[in-house]
């Protein structure tokens, strides 16, 4: 699983669940705060379709943090301001930088937390498709 992926399914998990992850890592390995959770705000790029140009359309807050475990870093910024979510997804990162025993059972559990979170978003495209537009040209008027 890369790096993406992973954050792409913690960050739309359930924050339990993540801090749950998390815990069972610090039951067997020390973690350091680097930086503990705070708030930034993080410019928005966004891509205009037509003219494939680049743009900001604006600031999101979001919440980052640093640990280690070992000497191996884990970083995690997400949007939003729930520190202690951002604080376990860090602990997730820096468990899987260093490589702990936990690995394959994390990446396990985050293969299941990734099919239900897909399975969450077909049924969120699934709702927005039922307010679909059809557009038709209308000739000669």
């Not at 680097?34 to 790029?45: G, I, R, S």
């Not at 999101?60 to 376990?88: P, S």
């Not at 860090?90 to 099919?115: C, K, P, Q, S």
């Amino acid at each position: 699983m890369d790096k993406k992926e992973m954050f792409r399914i913690m960050a739309r998990s359930h924050r339990d669940k993540i801090i749950e992850l998390a815990g069972e890592i610090e039951k067997s390995h020390q973690v350091v705060v680097v930086k503990k959770p705070a708030k930034t705000l993080v410019m928005l790029k966004m891509l205009e379709s037509v003219a494939n140009s680049e743009y900001f359309l604006g600031e999101l807050l979001a919440c980052e943090a640093m640990v280690k475990i070992g000497e191996k870093r884990g970083m995690a910024l997400t949007a939003g301001d729930d520190f202690e979510k951002v604080l376990a997804m860090a602990v997730i990162d820096a468990a899987f930088n260093a490589r702990v025993d936990e690995t394959h059972w994390l990446t396990d559990r985050l293969n299941e937390m990734g099919t239900l979170v897909s399975s969450q978003e077909r049924k969120e495209f699934g709702r927005s498709l039922e307010s679909k537009v059809q557009f038709r040209v209308v000739e000669g008027q």
